[in-house]
């Protein structure tokens, strides 16, 4: 399953993006889908989560309040809406998504990672 991430840039603080993440592939059933950050010099860290159906989500204390994590099930696309950004959030941004594969004569486990996009916040 492959991933492709949009959205991010430079915005100053304050401010508000929206990153996209669209996933493709042959017969896959997503189950989770989150954001992840990672900052120069750290290690790279769960930002917000949803699952199935977006009947549960998850989010840092860092940015609860700021950011909204949703889902389209139908397009198979990931959005996180990122308000009142802070020059912290500052970071390379990525999307995970987790579920199952059709692989020609069972179903398996799948997990992939997009490449990444940039987020910057000027203060």
């Known amino acids: 399953v492959r991933l492709v991430e949009s959205g991010g840039g430079l915005v100053q603080a304050g401010g508000s993006l929206r990153l996209s993440c669209a996933a493709s592939g042959s017969t896959f059933s997503i189950s989770a889908m989150g954001w992840y950050r990672q900052a120069p010099g750290k290690q790279r860290e769960l930002v917000a989560a949803?699952?199935?159906?977006?009947?549960?989500?998850d989010y840092a204390d860092s940015v609860k309040g700021r950011f909204t994590i949703s889902r389209d099930n139908a397009e198979n696309t990931m959005y996180l809406q990122m308000n009142s950004l802070k020059p912290e959030d500052t970071a390379v941004y990525y999307c995970?998504?987790?579920?199952?594969?059709?692989?020609?004569?069972?179903?398996?486990?799948?997990?992939?990672w997009g490449q990444g996009t940039q987020v910057t916040v000027s203060s």
């Open positions: 995970n998504v987790q579920g199952r594969q059709w692989y020609g004569l069972s179903w398996a486990p799948f997990g992939s």
């Open positions: 949803i699952t199935s159906g977006a009947a549960s989500t």
